[in-house]
């Protein structure tokens, strides 16, 4: 990135605050970055926007431009009244003082204003907090996350990617997953040793594919990555009877990276069907 492209928010400097690695802070201070995720995510009118760890306001400002409704979501309680004070003059803000991965997103939606949740997350909680939104995804319209560039490989892997496992798949179930832009470690303050990516999930509004029993398909996928370089038919051996594994309506000689989310739902189908058939302890 050139010199002139290395812009900064006023925002930042505005908010005397020093990242801290307990709650894994790498403030985003790219302005043209920032514009581009505000872009991606285009705040129509009606819609309420979420933002989950808002920190010194870089994205936050951009947002309160163009949210009629938004509301952020803070756990360090030092950044808390600076951000009250800064974006208190918004028609419709509020803030929540809480940890996402516990917080209810459900209050915060209507039928007729659905969810729009955006976040710079911390990367040592991204993997659990998109699982703890998805129990939400009703009522959320999308989601847009900076995440570590890793993690946005595995969420869009597909079969025999060395990306493709559980994350994928699990979220795949839910989600349309979108790579939106790569973004390197000087668009923070301060600098992560990785690169990140910005990612779109946006929840199906009818699944293509639905399972019969959620519980027995993610404990089969977390069974199948458990022994990733084994055959199906090994990682399912203490799970179905031998005598009943060539009722499976998939090949269990294969691996389980070879296996697509159809795959896996219609064997997990058929799994429940297999009424002698136990669920084993993850």
């Not at 050139?2 to 925002?11: I, L, V």
């Not at 009722?247 to 000689?253: A, F, H, K, N, W």
Request: proline share 8%.
């Amino acid at each position: 990135m050139s010199a002139t492209d290395n812009r900064h928010t006023n925002s930042n400097r505005e908010a005397p605050h020093r990242a801290r690695k307990r709650f894994g802070q790498n403030f985003l201070i790219d302005e043209h970055i920032v514009d581009s995720i505000v872009s991606a995510v285009n705040p129509q009118p009606g819609e309420c926007i979420v933002e989950i760890g808002p920190g010194r306001g870089a994205l936050t400002a951009r947002l309160a431009d163009r949210a009629e409704q938004l509301r952020v979501i803070e756990l360090d309680r030092d950044l808390v009244p600076w951000l009250r004070v800064q974006f208190e003059r918004h028609p419709d803000f509020r803030l929540y003082e809480a940890d996402a991965l516990k917080f209810d997103f459900a209050p915060l939606g209507t039928e007729g204003r659905p969810l729009r949740i955006v976040g710079n997350l911390p990367y040592n909680i991204s993997t659990p907090l998109i699982f703890h939104l998805l129990s939400f995804s009703g009522q959320v319209k999308d989601m847009h996350f900076m995440l570590q560039k890793e993690v946005v490989k595995r969420l869009a892997a597909g079969p025999g990617e060395k990306a493709y496992g559980r994350l994928g798949i699990m979220v795949q179930y839910d989600c349309e997953v979108a790579p939106l832009l790569e973004v390197p470690p000087s668009a923070f303050d301060p600098a992560p040793k990785v690169d990140s990516a910005v990612v779109r999930l946006t929840p199906h509004a009818r699944r293509p594919v639905t399972a019969n029993n959620f519980s027995t398909l993610s404990t089969l996928v977390n069974i199948a990555f458990q022994q990733r370089r084994k055959t199906l038919r090994n990682a399912l051996k203490q799970w179905v009877p031998a005598e009943q594994m060539s009722d499976l309506p998939v090949d269990t000689s294969l691996r389980p990276e070879a296996l697509s989310l159809d795959d896996y739902v219609t064997l997990s189908n058929a799994l429940d069907a297999l009424n002698s058939v136990a669920v084993p302890p993850q």
